[in-house]
């Protein structure tokens, strides 16, 4: 059974920094799409970023234009945990954060979280101006 638990939310002012984590069981996160996706009251879930991992050593990482620059995914896999490192955070940042897991590489629409197959239980973050 795989299982996906975020960690690392918190309450921050804008500018800042959190690191998200994202521990797996049940499947390696080194093989497959992970995704990071947020949600906010009253919006639809968004795409934030995904890392592809093609077996050959080699990611493909790909983030939302509202955070590229800003956040970086990056794996451990002796510990079989995604990361989410987000820097200059702001107000508009804040929501609830997911990471979600697929088998497949989805080098074509990783951002459709309708297609992945599991999903954490979410961690919140808030950006405060």
């Known amino acids: 059974q795989v299982q996906l638990a975020e960690s690392g939310g918190g309450l921050v002012q804008a500018g800042g920094s959190l690191r998200l984590s994202c521990a797996a069981s049940g499947r390696a996160v080194s093989s497959g799409t992970m995704g990071w996706f947020r949600q906010a009251p009253g919006k639809e879930r968004e795409f934030v970023g995904a890392?592809?991992?093609?077996?050959?050593?080699?990611?493909?990482?790909y983030y939302a234009d509202s955070v590229s620059g800003r956040f970086t995914i990056s794996r451990d896999n002796a510990k079989n945990t995604m990361y989410l490192q987000m820097n200059s955070l702001k107000p508009e940042d804040t929501a609830v954060y997911y990471c979600?897991?697929?088998?497949?590489?989805?080098?074509?629409?990783?951002?459709?979280?309708?297609?992945?197959?599991?999903w954490g239980q979410g961690t919140q973050v808030t950006v405060s101006s």
């Open positions: 890392r592809i991992m093609n077996g050959y050593r080699m990611d493909y990482t």
């Open positions: 979600a897991s697929d088998l497949a590489r989805r080098y074509t629409d990783y951002s459709k979280f309708a297609l992945y197959t599991y």
